[in-house]
């Protein structure tokens, strides 16, 4: 299978085999390997969502997770927390050698996640920043749906040596490295170098400030595949099942990743699931419809994320009214599994597909990619 999908709803088996070193520049060349079967069902059938009114929210999720659009078709609002917005020069010196815009009116925004209060995340050290989640968001010429491509944050990539220097510049290391070396301006140039995609706008967002913005719905209710104990204090019990969570309990959640067989493929099958479970109870608790729980909810997505320079709510409120989350997409970056290069554990990409996949993307043409890539079922692969 090229790759793997969902259509609303977040990938639950994420997890491919090991692989090879891949070739410079580019998404690298691995052997390859099928990805283990999807224990039955469908991976394109998702239930239908409210319709969202006159409020649309866009949730990227991740893990490659992974990110959250908040817009309202009401100006003078929006107009208000888009000045409540934090701003990034995102592009800092980015000119020379970036991909050209193919389509005009389809949009691609890069969403990172990262979680600024994570225990495991060492403050005192310098360019300690790393992004949990990236993600790719493909928003078609039409604006009635979106594609969010999770890029692994181990993808073992080329970063260039500049903002501005060419793409066979710099050295191989981990894509969520390139923040160490340069910051977001460093990511979006080592991005669109590996994908060879115009970047129109950026968007981070603090998973530690979505504490509010869950509390703010009266807390979700998010699946538990493992019974486990937290390993930061104050060492919350997770049972397996269906567990209804305030925002600390969500956050302690989505930060777990050491005690899952699959690490931190799972840490972002995770966070997918809690940013779709926070759209979903959005959508459904009456919070659309209430201007109090709505000016919270909505104060406190703005509080936890930050946009660059030429970003405007107002002008995503109008452009995405009509997506729904039942039109959101889910893809993997197309890769190969773990190996270990220079002593680090990494993940390793496809390079024929991920080529594939981001032509697609550049030229708009991503109903074709999915239809082409849409896994055959057949009878002896029927249960996983």
Known sequence: MPSDYRRGQARNDDWPPRAAPSGPG????????????????????????????????????????????????????ADGLDKDLKRTNAFDDITDGRPAKEVEGAMNILLVG????????????GSSWRADTLILMHIPEDHKAAQLISIPRD?????????????????????????????????????ECMTD???????????????????????????????????????????????????????????????????????????QEFLKALMDKAASSGTVTDPGKLND?????????TVDDKFSLTDMAVQFRNVRSDNLTFITSPNKGSDTIAGQSVVVSDKEKALALYQAVAADKMTEWMTANEPKKSSSSAGG
């Open 155 to 191: 993808l073992w990539v080329q970063v260039p040596s500049g903002n501005n220097a060419a793409c066979d510049s710099g050295q191989r290391a981990k894509i969520n490295a390139s923040f160490a070396f340069g910051g977001i301006p460093r990511a979006v140039r080592t991005v």
């Open 197 to 271: 995609v115009h970047i129109d706008n950026v968007m981070a967002v603090d998973f530690g400030g979505f504490k509010e913005v869950t509390d703010a719905l009266g807390g979700v209710d998010l699946p538990v595949d493992y019974s486990i104990t937290s390993i930061h204090k104050p060492f919350r019990k997770f049972k397996k099942g269906t567990m209804h969570m305030d925002g600390a309990q969500a956050l302690d959640w989505i930060r777990q990743r050491k005690q899952f067989p699959r690490g931190d493929f799972d840490r972002m099958r995770h966070q």
């Open 297 to 305: 909810f909505l104060k406190a997505v703005t509080a936890a994320v």
């Open 114 to 125: 990262s979680d600024s209060r994570d225990p495991d995340t060492d403050d005192g050290k």
């Open 26 to 77: 580019g998404p690298g060349r691995p052997p390859t390997g099928p990805p283990p079967q999807r224990p039955g069902g469908s991976p394109y059938k998702g239930r239908r969502k409210p319709r969202w009114g006159r409020i649309a929210l866009i949730v990227g999720a991740v893990v490659a997770i992974g990110g959250l659009i908040a817009g309202i078709s009401l100006y003078g609002y």
